[in-house]
C-alpha cells in the first residue's frame, strides 16, 4: 500500500511538473530579423475555424501560431458560408474572435478581428481585418458590406484573385468593382501568395495598384498536416512595423511596408525585401588564406527561409558554384578570388528566390571589412 501512495504521489508531482512547464513552441518556429528603422512582425491575416467551413476550434489556431512564433493572427470566417452552423448556432460572428482572445490573453500574440466577405466573380472573396462589429458586415448588396468595412477603419485585401474555381485561366481580373473599391479607399491589399500558390499576375495587380503585398495560409484544416508534415512553413506576411501593437501592425500595413513568405520564397518592394536579405545574412568572418589572394567569407542565414544567391561581383569564386544555397539557420564559406588582397569587400548577390516585380530578383549588397 505505501509503494502504491509513494508511486502516486510520484505520478502527481511529476504530471504537475510537466504542466508548469508546458511550452507551446514547436519543432518549426518561424524567425526574420528586424530591419533598420521596424521590427518585423510575422503574421498570418487569413485562416477559418469551425465557425465558417474550418475543422477547428478557434483555440488551436492560437496554439498553432503560438508554436510557429508568430506575432499576429486574424480568424476571418466567411460572414455568408456557414456550413456548420446547424451544429454549432452562433448568432454572433464575432465568437470565435472572442475564443482566440481568450486563449491568447496570457501570451504576447496578437489577435486581429476579421471577416472574409464571401461572393462570387467579380467581388470575389476579401478579409476585412481590424474591424470592430463582423455582424455589420452582414449586407446583400456587396458594395454596402465595403463601406460599412471603411466606416469602421478596416484593412481590406483581396483574397486569391488568381483561385481557378473563379478564374478559371488561373489568372486575377481586376474588374470594375475592384477598381472602384480602390478608388474609393475601400480595397487596400492583395494575397501574391494564398495557400501554395504565388500569383505572378497579383504581385503586377499589386505594384500597379499600390496595393500592400499579402502571403497567408488561408488554413482550414491542421497546419501540421497541411504544411509541417511536408517539410513546409505557412505562408505569411512579413509586416515592418514601428512597434509591435494593433496600432502599429495597422499602420504598417496601410503603408504597405511588406513580404509576402513562404519557405524560400520572398515577395515584396525592394524597398523592404532588399534590406530584409541584407539583415537575414551575418558576416560571421572574412580573412584571406595564408599565402593566397583567396578571401574566405562565412555567411551565415539568421532567418527562417532557404535562400539561393548567385554571384554578381567581377570577382569569381574558388571551389564554388556561382549559384549557392545558404539554408535556413546555417553558414556557407564562400571562397572570393579578389586578385589582390583588398581591405574592404563590396558582397554582390542576386538573390534568386526573391522577387520585386514578376521575373525581377534584387541585387543585394553587404560592405565586409577583412580581418
Not at 498553432?64 to 458560408?81: C, G, K, M, Q, V
Not at 504576447?108 to 463582423?134: M, Q
Not at 502571403?215 to 505562408?235: A, C, E, F, M, V
Not at 513562404?262 to 541584407?278: C, I, R
Amino acid at each position: 500500500m505505501k509503494t502504491t501512495i509513494i508511486a502516486l504521489a510520484s505520478l502527481f508531482s511529476f504530471l504537475s511538473i510537466n504542466a508548469q512547464t508546458h511550452s507551446h513552441a514547436g519543432a518549426q518556429p518561424l524567425s526574420y530579423p528586424d530591419i533598420e528603422g521596424y521590427v518585423t512582425l510575422k503574421t498570418d491575416l487569413h485562416m477559418h475555424s469551425v465557425f465558417s467551413d474550418g475543422k477547428v476550434w478557434p483555440t488551436i489556431r492560437v496554439e498553432e501560431a503560438l508554436r510557429e512564433n508568430l506575432d499576429a493572427i486574424s480568424l476571418t470566417e466567411h460572414l455568408e458560408y456557414q456550413p456548420h452552423k446547424a451544429d454549432i448556432p452562433h448568432p454572433d460572428r464575432n465568437r470565435a474572435y472572442h475564443l482566440a482572445m481568450e486563449e491568447a490573453k496570457e501570451h504576447d500574440l496578437l489577435i486581429i478581428p476579421g471577416s472574409e466577405i464571401t461572393r462570387s466573380a467579380p467581388v470575389g472573396h476579401n478579409n476585412a481585418v481590424f474591424i470592430t462589429d463582423a455582424n455589420q458586415l452582414l449586407h446583400e448588396d456587396a458594395k454596402d458590406a465595403f463601406s460599412t468595412a471603411k466606416k469602421q477603419n478596416a484593412f481590406v485585401f483581396w483574397n486569391h484573385p488568381a483561385w481557378y474555381a473563379q478564374s478559371p485561366a488561373g489568372t486575377p481580373i481586376l474588374s470594375d468593382f475592384q477598381k472602384e473599391r480602390i478608388k474609393k479607399g475601400e480595397l487596400h491589399g492583395i494575397e501574391v501568395i494564398n495557400t501554395v500558390d504565388y500569383s505572378e499576375e497579383s504581385l503586377a495587380l499589386a505594384l500597379e495598384n499600390n496595393l500592400t503585398i499579402m502571403g497567408t495560409s488561408d488554413i482550414h484544416g491542421l497546419i501540421d498536416w497541411s504544411y509541417t508534415q511536408k517539410g513546409n512553413h505557412r505562408p505569411i506576411t512579413l509586416v515592418f512595423a514601428k512597434e509591435k501593437s494593433i496600432e502599429g501592425l495597422r499602420e504598417a500595413l496601410f503603408s504597405g511596408r511588406t513580404v509576402a513568405a513562404y519557405n524560400e520564397l520572398l515577395v515584396g518592394k525592394a524597398e523592404y525585401l532588399k534590406p530584409l536579405l541584407q539583415s537575414s545574412i551575418e558576416i560571421v568572418k572574412a580573412a584571406y588564406i595564408e599565402k593566397t589572394q583567396v578571401l574566405e567569407v562565412e555567411l551565415k542565414n539568421i532567418s527562417s527561409s532557404d535562400l539561393l544567391f548567385e554571384n554578381a561581383m567581377v570577382y569569381t569564386f574558388y571551389d564554388s558554384s556561382p549559384v549557392f544555397e545558404i539554408p535556413a539557420g546555417e553558414s556557407k564559406i564562400l571562397k572570393v578570388k579578389t586578385l589582390e588582397k583588398l581591405n574592404t569587400l563590396t558582397l554582390q548577390l542576386v538573390a534568386l528566390g526573391a522577387y520585386t516585380a514578376p521575373k525581377v530578383h534584387p541585387t543585394i549588397e553587404w560592405k565586409i571589412i577583412v580581418e
